[in-house]
């Protein structure tokens, strides 16, 4: 199973960004997909997550509004739009996957890990 990440980069603040994700090696319909996120000294934070069945979405408070996660089941990929981007948005993003998973919220349950992309947001 791979996922690849791409998409980071370094933007100023209010700017945008759209993150990709590319599942290869597993049966993506039945997968819920989401992302992480790691700022420097920080543990990982769970982001954004889209469900397997329903399509069901979940996002952690300080980015709604502002990232809207999306996935394609025939091009076995997802994305997460970023906009209006803040500082504190500053992080490596991980993809993740979750057999069957209603939501991602905890990455202790989480299946399979992409390699992270760096997102830095100037003010």
């Known amino acids: 199973v791979q996922l690849q990440a791409s998409g980071g980069g370094l933007v100023q603040a209010g700017d945008s960004l759209r993150l990709s994700c590319a599942a290869s090696?597993?049966?993506?319909?039945?997968?819920?997909m989401g992302w992480f996120r790691q700022a420097p000294g920080k543990d990982r934070e769970f982001v954004a997550s889209?469900?397997?069945?329903?399509?069901?979405?979940y996002y952690t408070a300080p980015v709604k509004g502002r990232f809207t996660i999306s996935r394609d089941n025939a091009k076995k990929t997802q994305s997460l739009q970023m906009n209006s981007l803040k500082p504190e948005d500053t992080a490596v993003y991980y993809c993740?996957?979750?057999?069957?998973?209603?939501?991602?919220?905890?990455?202790?349950?989480?299946?399979?890990w992409g390699q992270g992309t760096q997102v830095t947001v100037s003010s």
């Open positions: 090696g597993l049966t993506f319909v039945r997968y819920t």
């Open positions: 889209i469900g397997w069945s329903d399509g069901g979405i």
């Open positions: 993740a996957a979750k057999a069957y998973g209603r939501n991602l919220l905890d990455a202790s349950t989480v299946d399979y």
